[in-house]
């Protein structure tokens, strides 16, 4: 269907435009003489407002003969033709409004007048149906460019929820094989230990499959899970691993991302208090700052043996989220010292 037609205002809009169009038209049929101007335009409105509809015939024919995809003498040869005949057909319309002007004792004579008008009647109206055929390439061509427009568009979004199934399928193998190591540790040491540990697993991942799916969840039931998983540690590492933790009121309901909190938590245990022997307090801080939510997670660590134990998957995947979630937005910022290491994770306390 014609994009004018799928409107009623469109069709107003596209009805108007040929009013100047017509006008000029009476101009030029009563310069001479030939024709009084009100004779003109009672000619010429009528025969604009048919031939408007005739040259939409015109979107149709530029639909089956592509512009850049047609040679150029057969575009112009069929648009030459069709212009033709249009114009043809549209000088018998007027015909037939004179005859039927002519019949009344106002207008009487103006049959001959209209045909002393033909060549200039017949120019016009090949030349306005090439205008008509101008605009339809134009239209086409809009029509396309915003088809791009939307493909691109999903495309970069199917990309983009591609590329976040993806990191939180890395991130999950990521956390059971350090937690399975953990357990396989505790088997023969503490066989007790290694029952609950693996009971508070099965929980903390029941957890992450309710929640996981959501595309945002409360900051409070992220810092659970987070807390879930410093519960499993804590079987392993018993009274070495010391959790303080400082959250304002006003931050429980803001909604992050599932699981962006749990990999810093991680980082903080496995590379960090499991690898002093006395261990150490991690503390974990948020706050609001305006439309931000600021988390801060702190740890102690040992620089010698900093990096030996991981890959840095961990915090590549949680930025790589960020950037894909929030594009630009939000910010992950790491600062290390001789004994601490400190996270600081900035997002919109909103969605996104």
């Known amino acids: 269907m014609h994009p004018i037609l799928t409107g009623r ?18 101009t030029v049929l009563s310069r001479g003489g030939a024709m009084a101007w009100t004779e ?7 025969m604009c407002l048919l031939y408007a509809f005739v040259c939409m015939a015109s979107w149709y024919l530029c639909r089956a003969i592509p512009l850049r995809e ?7 040869g069929t648009h030459a033709t069709a212009a033709v005949l249009c114009s043809g057909i549209w000088l018998v319309i007027g015909q037939a409004l004179a005859l039927l002007l002519d019949a009344t004792s106002d207008f009487e004579g103006i049959d001959e007048r209209y045909l002393s008008q033909l060549p200039i009647l017949f120019l016009s109206g090949i030349l306005l149906f090439l205008l008509a055929v101008s605009f339809n390439y134009l239209l086409i061509m809009l029509e396309a460019s915003r088809r791009s427009e939307t493909r691109a568009l999903e495309l970069q979004v199917q990309a983009r929820e591609a590329e976040l199934r993806a990191l939180r399928a890395q991130i999950d193998p990521h956390f059971l094989f350090n937690s399975l190591n953990s357990i396989s540790a505790l088997v023969m040491a503490d066989p007790a230990a290694a029952r609950r540990m693996c009971l508070l697993l099965a929980d903390f991942l029941r957890g992450c499959l309710k929640l996981g799916s959501e595309e945002r969840i409360p ?5 659970k899970l987070a807390e879930h998983y410093l519960e499993i540690e804590k079987v392993r590492l018993g009274s070495r691993l010391i959790v303080q933790r400082e959250m304002d009121p006003e931050c429980e309901n803001c909604p992050v991302p599932p699981l962006i909190i749990q990999p810093l938590v991680e980082n903080a245990v496995l ?9 150490g307090t991690i503390r974990i801080e948020a706050r609001r700052n305006g439309a931000f939510l600021n988390i801060v997670l702190e740890n102690p660590f040992e620089p010698e043996g900093a990096g030996k134990n991981g890959t840095g998957v961990g ?3 949680v930025k790589m989220r960020l950037a894909n979630l929030f594009e630009g937005k939000a910010r992950l910022d790491v600062e290390q010292t001789e004994a601490r290491f400190r996270v600081e994770l900035q997002l919109p306390c909103g969605r996104s």
Not at 40 to 46: E, Y
């Open 315 to 317: 915090l590549k995947n």
């Open 9 to 26: 205002g469109r069709i107003l809009v596209y009805l108007a435009a040929w009013a100047p169009i017509a006008a000029l038209l009476a």
């Open 40 to 46: 003109a335009a009672i000619i010429a409105f009528p």
């Open 70 to 76: 047609t040679e150029i003498l057969r575009l112009a």
């Open 219 to 223: 900051l409070i039931e992220e810092l």
């Open 271 to 279: 590379h960090g208090v499991a690898s002093l022997l006395d261990g």
